[in-house]
């Protein structure tokens, strides 16, 4: 039972990725070509109420739905891994149009050739997960 | 002459219709939001691409590195998430769309034609990349392996993809995704910019 919640809110994501047409390889295109505020204007106004919401989560000391404080984990502190990891998955989101959220959904839709691009995910993050502590962090 | 229950059923017809429409930016933005805000309310964290490595430790990768060695049992939870992104994925496709073309900016959809996509918004994916056809060329197969390959490799070295860091950390205000963020947009960039037309090109 304690799953069906987050049974709900993956498909709420899903259907608000899929209408909001972020998971379109041409929307990402569109975006990296500054051709439309489209993509800006979701990732910015989800930034702003998120940034809004938070505020006002820490602030009211809200407890989770089972009741315990809620914690938000903080990032370590680097730029490497960040910048060398970012621009490796920028290069991985504009050429297949898709990061790991979109993947899914769009299988979803029907495009079952993006089961390719998973398939790559999956390898890719094995091998990271294989020859990490070789790289700048 | 319309009744009540006419007028109640235009609306809902209207309501469908809207439904049924691309939905605009400042809906969608916020509803995105709203599945972070859900998430962290249920005592967890907003990042999709958590599930790749979980999908690495259930497929046994554990046998090849520390990193795969966790209880991924613990992470059920987001896999639910992700199962029920495919069915939203399924749902929207299937009961909530009027197959409407994206409505691109005409200088993307000329562009792309330069770069050989002909149709650009007829679908949500180019048939140049995605269809069977281009799968079952060497060069298509690669560019579908080898583009998730850098997602799958790059978000986890970033620690984070669109979910976890262009959302979730920026919305708790933390540097490191601001880096993150302007990684994903200089290799975007480059990708798009640069690299396209020596793919694509010709």
Redesign the interface.
Known sequence: MK?I?????????????????????????????F?????Y???????????I??WL?KRTR?K???G?E?V????????A?????????????????????P?????????V??L???????????????I?NK?PH | MLVADDVSLLYKFEVMEILLQ?????V??????????????????FG??G???T??AI?G?GK??E??KFDWKGE???L??????????????TF??DGSV?D??P??VS??GVLGFNG??NA???PE????E??WSPRG?L?????????????????????G??????????W??L???????????????F??PL?FGS
């Open positions: 799953f919640k987050f049974l709900l809110v993956g498909i709420f994501f899903g259907i608000v990725l899929v209408k909001s047409e972020a998971v379109s390889w041409y929307r990402i295109f569109e975006m990296f070509k051709q439309s505020f489209h993509m204007g979701i990732i910015g106004s989800a930034v702003v109420v998120g940034i919401s938070i989560i809200i989770s739905i089972a315990e809620i938000l984990p903080p990032k370590d502190k680097s730029i891994r960040y910048l060398f990891g970012g621009t490796i998955f920028g290069f991985g989101w504009a050429l297949a149009g898709a990061c790991p959220g993947m899914y959904i769009l299988f979803g839709t029907g495009a050739t993006i390719f691009v998973i398939i790559g995910a999956v390898l890719g993050t094995f091998i990271y997960g294989v990490m790289l | 691309p939905w605009p930016w400042y969608t933005g916020p509803l995105i939001a709203l599945t972070m805000v859900l998430l962290v309310y249920f005592g967890k964290t999709m691409s599930n790749l490595r999908l690495c497929g990768a090849f590195a990193f795969f059920r939870w987001n639910t998430v992700l199962i029920g992104a495919i069915l939203g994925g399924f749902i929207a496709a909530l769309s994206i691109l900016n200088q993307t562009d792309l650009a918004g949500l994916l180019p990349i995605y269809s069977w281009s799968v197969l560019i579908l392996i080898g583009g998730g390959f850098l997602v799958g490799f790059g978000t986890r070295y970033a620690g984070g993809c669109t979910s860091h262009a959302i979730t950390g920026l919305s708790t205000l933390q490191p995704s880096v993150a963020v302007i990684g994903f947009f200089i290799g975007g960039l480059v990708m798009t910019h690299l396209f793919i």
